[in-house]
Structure formats: structure tokens, C-alpha cells
């Protein structure tokens, strides 16, 4: 089981941007497959970003263009970069693994709120 721990929400305005982190207690490097996903109040869970081991991604309908998932693995660290923010991007944002998130393994996510 890998932890992550989240950080870098908040509260920001309609167009603006954060850059939510994702601090794993492994190395990253092996890992191939992690995801970023959110969960908006009433709503269930949803994928919005997929980093695959070597480079590719892939991105929710909802968010392409708009965001960007990177890796650092010398720091073991998945980011979001979250441009152009829509008061529907409100959620708990969260990363992990498909197989710890098939397992109901969350860590405490971060909370980001667009709103004026």
C-alpha cells in the first residue's frame, strides 16, 4: 500500500490557478499507473488525471486542456496543475493508485473551492 499525502488546495476565483502536490511514502518510479481524482459534495468519486510510468497521460473530458499531471520522482511527487478553474472543479482532490483506490485506500485529500 502506498500513502500519499495532498496539499496545495484552497480557495481561488473563477479563472484562476493552484498546483495541488501529492507526497508518496515510496519511490515513484516503479509505480506505473497514478491518478488524481476528486470527489465534489454529493458526488461520487470521479478520475480526472492519469500519469503513466514513462510519460503519457490521460485526462477526464471535463478537465483536458485545463489541467496538467507531472511527476517528480527524485522528490516522489505527483502534481496537478489546475488552470482555468471553473466553480464545477469544487472538490476534494485526492491521489492514488487504481489498485489502493480499488481497496478504498484514501488519504485526507485537499480541498479546493472556485468561487468569487
Known amino acids: 500500500q502506498v500513502q500519499f499525502v495532498e496539499s496545495g488546495g484552497g480557495l481561488v476565483q473563477p479563472g484562476g490557478s493552484l498546483r495541488l502536490s501529492c507526497a508518496a511514502s515510496v519511490s515513484i518510479f516503479s509505480i506505473y499507473v497514478i491518478n488524481w481524482y476528486r470527489q465534489a459534495p454529493g458526488k461520487q468519486r470521479e478520475l480526472v488525471a492519469t500519469?503513466?510510468?514513462?510519460?503519457?497521460?490521460n485526462y477526464a473530458d471535463s478537465v483536458k486542456g485545463r489541467f496538467t499531471i507531472s511527476r517528480n520522482n527524485p522528490k516522489n511527487t505527483v502534481y496537478l496543475q489546475m488552470n482555468s478553474l471553473k466553480p464545477e472543479d469544487t472538490a476534494v482532490y485526492y491521489c492514488?493508485?487504481?489498485?489502493?483506490?480499488?481497496?478504498?485506500?484514501w488519504g485526507q485529500g485537499t480541498q479546493v473551492t472556485v468561487s468569487s
Open positions: 492514488n493508485t487504481p489498485n489502493d483506490a480499488s481497496y478504498d485506500n
Open positions: 500519469s503513466i510510468r514513462g510519460g503519457s497521460t
